[in-house]
Nanobody, 126 residues
């Protein structure tokens, strides 16, 4: 088990920035790939960003590419999502996930992750 706890969401105006983070416990944190997904009201959970277990590779959804940056600090068992140039359509609950995607495409899929946090709400006002 890899308990994951998100924090750092909140309310921000369009064009602003937020930096939610996800803290994990357990010595195996550094061996997992980490991802962020989001789910808006009445929508399916969608891929946002992911980072490989040593941080050498990052992956982004088309809607956030160039605006969001994922990073990780294995010494602190923490993954971050720097969100810039926020838009109202970014409003969602953001979920952190950990897992071992077996090939590149699985980084983008919920099935690539075995552990999930409870989510943190991000609301962007226009």
């Amino acid at each position: 088990q890899v308990p994951l706890v998100e924090s750092g969401g909140g309310l921000e105006q369009a064009g602003g920035s937020l930096r939610p983070l996800c803290a994990a416990s357990g010595a195996t944190f550094s061996s997992f790939a980490l991802g962020w997904f989001r789910q808006g009201p009445g929508k399916e959970r969608e891929f946002v960003a992911a980072i490989s277990w040593i941080g050498g590779h990052t992956y982004y959804g088309d809607s956030v590419k160039g605006r969001f940056t994922i990073s990780r600090d294995n010494a602190k068992n923490t993954v971050y999502l720097q969100m810039n140039s926020l838009k109202p359509e970014d409003t969602s609950v953001y979920y952190c996930a950990a897992g071992s995607p077996s090939y590149t495409n699985s980084y983008y899929s919920r099935s690539g992750y075995a552990y999930w946090g409870q989510g943190t709400q991000v609301t962007v006002s226009s």
